[in-house]
């Protein structure tokens, strides 16, 4: 016998039970990002490999170790995008996006990174990305953190702690880097393996360690906010003073942090204790240099990332399951003359009452066998076509949910007692 076909590991399906609380997060997104004048970009899932070894930089994590990366039949090499950022500044500069103007850009789908699957963390996950492209100041910064708070109050979501840092410039990072340095050498016995070595590629990365026994070093290591000159501390003290007007409370993290030289200034993320050690559920910041290094006209740019599993996981965690659509009728029809003229009022009660939702019986069975479907499926009403109501020209409305007898309702009045009974409204200039 052979072993059945399984998914990739660390890939995962959203079934159908799943994918109404999928809609909901994603439509209220939508609607959060159109409040705050944010446009759909739709880019590719696969870039020239190239792409992601400049932007996102040779000495991390996702470059070293996580990229799903391989050749084309042409010997290109191509990696399915492992983040959205750099796919978004790269059709920005190709398209000339970012000429004198601004852009408020949003995008969604799968990315994929080569990690160790468990709770939280995938091979394929999802995510929402905001980026603004050509605003230099603290007020755009503030803008994404108020929009990603909004989206959390949007769902429901009370207690996502907002941590928030500076990286300062490039010159500011450069003498912080040093100190930093020469900190961790001192004390190069209490690093493990990957602390050593990136003590050597990228020593602000150590900071980001998430080992325990690490800990220590880490909360004793020299502040970056130590190092900020008077431009880079006024753009964070105006981020903060921004926050708390709007009444957000925050906590500044001196340890978050990016390695790459093109950040700058404010970097925030969102996290929970609620989904154990994958508690990040959005993570974002200013990275001003990028545009430059991937070839376009300097362009300051901010922007976030939500990791849609998590924020799904704490939906579901807070109790936000949300009922599937159910179908508000389903129609029973018995005998091939009902099945005909079922089709038809399926189709003209669908035009009546836009928001619907219809199911028609397919397959043909006898009436306690469409009951049973009709009942499966979740429908609220069953509509009974047979013989008798096609002479009469009526359609038998019977509830499934409540106790009630069947009606006989004359199929003319069938949309204005269906929008009564359903709170549905009916089509308008039909
Ligand atoms: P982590 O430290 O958890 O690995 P990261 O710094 O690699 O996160 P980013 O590249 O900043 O993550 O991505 C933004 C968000 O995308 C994360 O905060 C997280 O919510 C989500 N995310 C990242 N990697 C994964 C993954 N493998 N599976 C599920 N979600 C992920
Ligand atoms: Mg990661």
């Known amino acids: 016998m052979s072993k059945n076909l399984q998914a ?3 890939m995962r399906d959203i079934l159908p039970e799943q994918t109404p609380l999928w809609q909901w997060m994603e439509d209220r997104a939508r609607a959060v990002l159109a409040g705050y004048g944010y446009s759909e970009i739709r880019l590719p899932v696969l870039e020239m490999t190239e792409l992601f070894e400049r932007s996102i930089g040779e000495v991390t994590d996702i470059v070293e170790k996580e990229m799903y990366t391989f050749a ?9 995008r492992p983040e959205g950022t750099a796919g978004c500044v790269r059709a920005g500069i190709e398209h000339g996006l970012f000429y004198n103007q601004v852009q408020r850009l949003w995008y969604q789908g799968p990315m994929f990174r080569h990690e160790r699957p ?18 230099v100041g603290p007020d755009v910064d503030v803008e994404l953190i108020l929009l990603t708070a909004r989206l959390w109050r949007s769902l429901g979501l009370a207690d996502l702690e907002l941590q ?21 050498r001192e004390r190069v016995d209490r690093l493990d393996e990957d602390g050593r070595r990136r003590l050597e590629t990228n020593p602000l990365r150590v900071l980001d360690s998430k080992n325990p026994e690490m800990a220590d070093v880490v909360a004793g290591a020299p502040s970056l906010l130590d190092f900020l000159e ?6 964070f003290t105006a981020v903060c003073d921004a926050l708390a007007d709007a009444g957000l409370s925050y906590t500044v993290n001196p340890r978050l942090v990016r390695g790459l030289d093109y950040y700058a200034r404010t970097v925030f993320e969102w996290v929970t204790t609620r989904l154990g050690a994958q508690g990040t559920v959005c993570a974002g910041g200013r990275y001003d240099g990028l545009v430059e290094q991937l070839g376009g006209r300097p362009t300051p ?4 990332a939500i990791g849609l599993e998590r924020l799904v996981a704490l939906l579901e965690e807070q109790g936000a399951a949300h009922g599937h659509g159910a179908p508000h009728v389903y129609l029973v029809a018995l005998g091939a003359p009902a099945e005909r003229a079922g089709l038809r009022l399926a189709e003209q009660l669908r035009d009546a009452l836009p928001g619907l939702r219809l199911v028609m ?9 469409q009951f049973k479907r009709a009942d499966r499926a979740g429908a609220r009403y069953a509509l009974v076509l047979g013989d008798g109501e096609l002479a009469r020209g009526t359609a038998g409305l019977k509830p499934l949910r409540e106790t009630g ?3 006989d309702v004359a199929t003319a009045v069938l949309p204005a007692v269906l929008a009564a009974r359903l709170g549905v409204p009916q089509a308008t200039g039909i």
Request: hydrophobic share 30%.
């Open 8 to 10: 990739v590991r660390g």
């Open 72 to 80: 084309d039949r042409n010997g290109d090499s191509l990696t399915l």
């Open 118 to 135: 468990q709770k939280g963390r995938y091979r394929q996950f999802h995510q929402i990305g905001v980026e603004a492209f050509g605003l």
């Open 164 to 184: 928030l840092n500076s990286l300062g410039t490039p010159a500011e990072r450069t003498r912080y880097r040093e100190v930093l340095v020469a900190y961790l």
């Open 230 to 235: 008077a431009d880079s501390r006024a753009h």
């Open 301 to 304: 740019a901010a922007g976030f």
């Open 361 to 369: 019986n397919c397959g043909g069975g006898g009436p306690k066998a």
């Open 405 to 407: 007898e069947q009606d």
